[in-house]
Protein backbone atom coordinates (compact mmCIF):
# COMPACT_ATOMS: atom_id res chain seq x y z
CA UNK A 1 0.00 0.00 0.00
CA UNK A 2 0.88 3.35 -0.96
CA UNK A 3 2.00 5.98 1.82
CA UNK A 4 1.64 8.72 -0.54
CA UNK A 5 -1.18 9.90 -2.67
CA UNK A 6 -0.40 9.07 -6.01
CA UNK A 7 -3.01 8.94 -8.85
CA UNK A 8 -2.77 7.00 -11.17
CA UNK A 9 -5.34 7.83 -13.79
CA UNK A 10 -5.51 11.65 -13.16
CA UNK A 11 -3.41 12.82 -16.72
CA UNK A 12 -0.77 13.60 -15.04
CA UNK A 13 2.58 11.37 -15.29
CA UNK A 14 3.51 8.81 -12.19
CA UNK A 15 7.02 10.69 -12.13
CA UNK A 16 5.73 13.86 -12.11
CA UNK A 17 3.89 13.70 -8.68
CA UNK A 18 6.10 11.63 -7.11
CA UNK A 19 8.91 14.15 -8.00
CA UNK A 20 6.35 17.16 -6.74
CA UNK A 21 6.19 15.25 -3.19
CA UNK A 22 9.73 14.32 -3.08
CA UNK A 23 10.39 18.51 -4.01
CA UNK A 24 7.49 19.73 -0.92
CA UNK A 25 8.23 16.62 1.39
CA UNK A 26 12.04 17.17 1.45
CA UNK A 27 13.58 19.04 -0.76
CA UNK A 28 11.18 21.98 0.96
CA UNK A 29 11.82 21.06 4.31
CA UNK A 30 15.19 19.47 4.17
CA UNK A 31 18.50 21.01 4.79
CA UNK A 32 21.41 21.52 2.34
CA UNK A 33 23.58 18.09 2.03
CA UNK A 34 20.15 15.87 3.75
CA UNK A 35 20.18 12.10 3.10
CA UNK A 36 17.00 11.27 0.96
CA UNK A 37 15.52 7.45 2.25
CA UNK A 38 16.75 4.90 0.26
CA UNK A 39 15.27 4.33 -3.61
CA UNK A 40 13.85 0.77 -2.56
CA UNK A 41 12.40 2.76 0.68
CA UNK A 42 10.68 5.71 -1.07
CA UNK A 43 9.59 3.12 -4.00
CA UNK A 44 7.90 0.94 -1.48
CA UNK A 45 6.27 4.25 0.10
CA UNK A 46 5.04 5.32 -3.41
CA UNK A 47 3.90 2.27 -4.51
CA UNK A 48 5.87 2.09 -8.01
CA UNK A 49 8.98 0.49 -9.35
CA UNK A 50 12.22 1.77 -8.69
CA UNK A 51 12.59 2.64 -12.45
CA UNK A 52 9.50 5.21 -11.70
CA UNK A 53 11.12 6.17 -8.43
CA UNK A 54 14.48 6.96 -10.21
CA UNK A 55 13.09 8.76 -13.03
CA UNK A 56 11.16 11.14 -10.33
CA UNK A 57 14.49 11.48 -8.57
CA UNK A 58 16.31 12.25 -11.86
CA UNK A 59 14.10 15.13 -12.73
CA UNK A 60 15.13 16.63 -9.58
CA UNK A 61 18.44 16.20 -10.18
CA UNK A 62 18.05 18.01 -13.63
CA UNK A 63 16.29 21.14 -11.40
CA UNK A 64 19.64 20.93 -9.63
CA UNK A 65 17.59 20.40 -6.88
CA UNK A 66 18.87 16.87 -5.21
CA UNK A 67 22.22 15.57 -6.31
CA UNK A 68 22.99 11.75 -6.38
CA UNK A 69 26.69 10.77 -5.33
CA UNK A 70 27.32 7.22 -6.62
CA UNK A 71 27.33 4.47 -4.22
CA UNK A 72 26.46 6.96 -1.47
CA UNK A 73 22.68 8.17 -2.39
CA UNK A 74 20.87 11.07 -3.08
CA UNK A 75 21.16 14.06 -1.32
CA UNK A 76 19.13 17.77 -0.92
CA UNK A 77 21.86 20.11 -3.00
CA UNK A 78 22.87 23.33 -1.55
CA UNK A 79 21.60 26.16 -2.74
CA UNK A 80 23.59 27.51 -5.78
CA UNK A 81 24.61 31.22 -5.33
CA UNK A 82 24.49 32.86 -8.55
CA UNK A 83 27.82 35.47 -8.05
CA UNK A 84 28.40 37.98 -11.02
CA UNK A 85 31.58 38.33 -12.32
CA UNK A 86 32.26 41.79 -13.76
CA UNK A 87 34.61 44.84 -14.19
CA UNK A 88 33.14 46.44 -10.89
CA UNK A 89 33.00 42.72 -9.08
CA UNK A 90 32.84 42.82 -5.36
CA UNK A 91 32.71 39.89 -3.37
CA UNK A 92 30.82 41.46 -0.03
CA UNK A 93 28.40 43.75 -2.19
CA UNK A 94 27.88 40.92 -4.30
CA UNK A 95 26.79 38.56 -2.01
CA UNK A 96 24.82 41.87 0.21
CA UNK A 97 22.95 42.13 -3.42
CA UNK A 98 21.54 38.67 -2.74
CA UNK A 99 20.34 38.99 0.98
CA UNK A 100 23.41 37.05 2.64
CA UNK A 101 25.58 37.37 5.34
CA UNK A 102 29.03 37.44 4.52
CA UNK A 103 32.38 37.25 6.74
CA UNK A 104 36.12 37.17 6.04
CA UNK A 105 39.28 36.19 7.74
CA UNK A 106 42.76 36.61 6.70
CA UNK A 107 44.78 33.06 7.13
CA UNK A 108 48.42 34.30 6.16
CA UNK A 109 49.52 37.33 5.40
CA UNK A 110 53.87 37.39 4.49
CA UNK A 111 56.06 38.93 2.34
CA UNK A 112 57.72 36.31 -0.62
CA UNK A 113 58.54 36.49 -4.34
CA UNK A 114 56.48 36.68 -6.80
CA UNK A 115 56.37 33.96 -9.71
CA UNK A 116 56.69 34.66 -13.33
CA UNK A 117 52.88 34.99 -13.59
CA UNK A 118 52.15 36.95 -10.56
CA UNK A 119 54.54 39.06 -11.65
CA UNK A 120 53.87 39.85 -14.95
CA UNK A 121 50.41 40.73 -14.08
CA UNK A 122 51.98 43.12 -11.65
CA UNK A 123 54.41 44.72 -14.28
CA UNK A 124 56.99 43.80 -11.66
CA UNK A 125 60.45 41.65 -12.11
CA UNK A 126 60.40 38.05 -11.71
CA UNK A 127 61.26 37.18 -7.76
CA UNK A 128 60.44 40.80 -6.90
CA UNK A 129 58.60 40.74 -3.26
CA UNK A 130 54.88 41.12 -3.04
CA UNK A 131 52.73 41.09 -0.49
CA UNK A 132 50.49 37.99 -0.24
CA UNK A 133 47.53 37.68 1.82
CA UNK A 134 45.35 34.55 2.04
CA UNK A 135 41.33 34.88 2.77
CA UNK A 136 39.04 32.74 3.67
CA UNK A 137 34.86 33.85 3.10
CA UNK A 138 32.61 32.49 4.44
CA UNK A 139 28.29 33.05 3.11
CA UNK A 140 25.87 32.69 5.83
CA UNK A 141 28.89 30.39 8.13
CA UNK A 142 29.27 28.25 5.55
CA UNK A 143 32.78 28.11 3.44
CA UNK A 144 32.66 29.65 0.32
CA UNK A 145 36.02 30.53 -1.36
CA UNK A 146 39.74 31.20 -0.48
CA UNK A 147 41.45 33.81 -2.12
CA UNK A 148 45.20 34.01 -2.33
CA UNK A 149 45.50 38.02 -3.31
CA UNK A 150 49.17 39.53 -4.68
CA UNK A 151 49.89 43.05 -4.31
CA UNK A 152 52.89 45.38 -4.81
CA UNK A 153 54.75 45.63 -1.59
CA UNK A 154 55.05 49.22 -2.35
CA UNK A 155 53.10 50.99 -0.73
CA UNK A 156 50.33 48.03 -0.01
CA UNK A 157 52.43 46.63 2.80
CA UNK A 158 52.16 49.38 5.33
CA UNK A 159 48.96 50.79 4.28
CA UNK A 160 47.15 46.46 4.83
CA UNK A 161 49.16 46.07 7.94
CA UNK A 162 45.88 46.53 10.02
CA UNK A 163 44.18 44.38 7.96
CA UNK A 164 42.27 41.38 9.43
CA UNK A 165 39.11 40.81 8.04
CA UNK A 166 36.40 42.94 6.18
CA UNK A 167 36.65 43.92 2.11
CA UNK A 168 39.77 44.12 0.97
CA UNK A 169 38.61 46.18 -2.22
CA UNK A 170 36.40 48.33 -0.16
CA UNK A 171 40.15 49.09 1.99
CA UNK A 172 41.89 49.91 -1.28
CA UNK A 173 39.47 51.99 -2.83
CA UNK A 174 39.55 54.31 0.26
CA UNK A 175 43.39 54.76 -0.16
CA UNK A 176 43.56 54.34 -3.90
CA UNK A 177 40.23 55.03 -5.66
CA UNK A 178 38.17 52.91 -7.18
CA UNK A 179 39.52 49.99 -8.78
CA UNK A 180 38.35 47.97 -11.98
CA UNK A 181 38.74 44.24 -13.07
CA UNK A 182 40.60 43.85 -16.14
CA UNK A 183 40.40 39.99 -16.49
CA UNK A 184 38.93 36.83 -14.83
CA UNK A 185 40.19 33.30 -16.17
CA UNK A 186 37.50 30.57 -14.97
CA UNK A 187 39.11 26.66 -14.27
CA UNK A 188 37.63 23.88 -12.77
CA UNK A 189 40.33 22.27 -11.17
CA UNK A 190 41.04 19.78 -7.72
CA UNK A 191 41.52 21.31 -4.60
CA UNK A 192 45.43 21.89 -3.88
CA UNK A 193 46.86 22.35 -0.54
CA UNK A 194 44.67 22.71 2.70
CA UNK A 195 41.94 24.37 -0.01
CA UNK A 196 39.53 21.22 0.55
CA UNK A 197 40.21 21.51 4.44
CA UNK A 198 39.40 24.76 4.56
CA UNK A 199 36.29 24.89 2.32
CA UNK A 200 34.70 22.31 4.18
CA UNK A 201 34.98 19.38 0.66
CA UNK A 202 36.23 16.04 -0.37
CA UNK A 203 40.08 16.22 -2.27
CA UNK A 204 38.07 14.58 -5.03
CA UNK A 205 35.81 17.63 -5.48
CA UNK A 206 36.28 19.91 -7.98
CA UNK A 207 36.68 23.81 -7.37
CA UNK A 208 36.65 27.06 -9.61
CA UNK A 209 39.63 28.86 -9.79
CA UNK A 210 39.13 32.45 -11.18
CA UNK A 211 41.90 34.23 -11.93
CA UNK A 212 41.63 38.10 -11.92
CA UNK A 213 43.08 41.53 -12.16
CA UNK A 214 42.51 44.91 -10.69
CA UNK A 215 43.80 47.93 -11.83
CA UNK A 216 43.39 51.32 -11.00
CA UNK A 217 40.49 53.08 -12.69
CA UNK A 218 41.98 56.15 -12.85
CA UNK A 219 45.18 55.00 -14.59
CA UNK A 220 45.05 51.13 -15.06
CA UNK A 221 47.97 50.80 -12.60
CA UNK A 222 47.79 46.92 -11.36
CA UNK A 223 47.20 47.06 -8.09
CA UNK A 224 46.19 43.21 -7.12
CA UNK A 225 46.27 39.57 -9.02
CA UNK A 226 43.87 37.56 -7.35
CA UNK A 227 43.38 33.61 -7.50
CA UNK A 228 39.95 32.94 -5.97
CA UNK A 229 38.83 28.89 -5.58
CA UNK A 230 34.88 28.53 -5.02
CA UNK A 231 32.97 26.14 -3.83
CA UNK A 232 31.69 24.51 -7.03
CA UNK A 233 28.83 22.67 -5.02
CA UNK A 234 28.08 26.40 -3.46
CA UNK A 235 27.98 28.41 -6.76
CA UNK A 236 27.50 29.53 -10.04
CA UNK A 237 29.62 32.52 -12.01
CA UNK A 238 27.72 34.48 -14.21
CA UNK A 239 30.33 36.65 -16.49
CA UNK A 240 29.24 40.07 -17.67
CA UNK A 241 31.19 42.51 -19.95
Known amino acids: ?6 EHDNGTALYAQIAKV ?11 GGRLPS ?7 FGVNRHTLRRAVDELITA ?6 HGVGVFIADRLL ?5 TGTRYTQNLADLGIATESSVLRKMVAPASAGVARHLNLPNDAPVLWIETLRRADGVPLCVISHFLPVE ?3 TMLDGYVDGSLHELLAQHCGPLRRTESLVTAVLPQ ?7 GIAQTRPVLRVKSLNVLERDGTPVEYAITRFRADRIQLRITP
Open 1 to 6: MSLYAI
Open 22 to 32: LERDYVGQGAP
Open 39 to 45: EGNLANR
Open 64 to 69: GLLERQ
Open 82 to 86: DYQIG
Open 155 to 157: PFK
Open 193 to 199: GDDAKLL
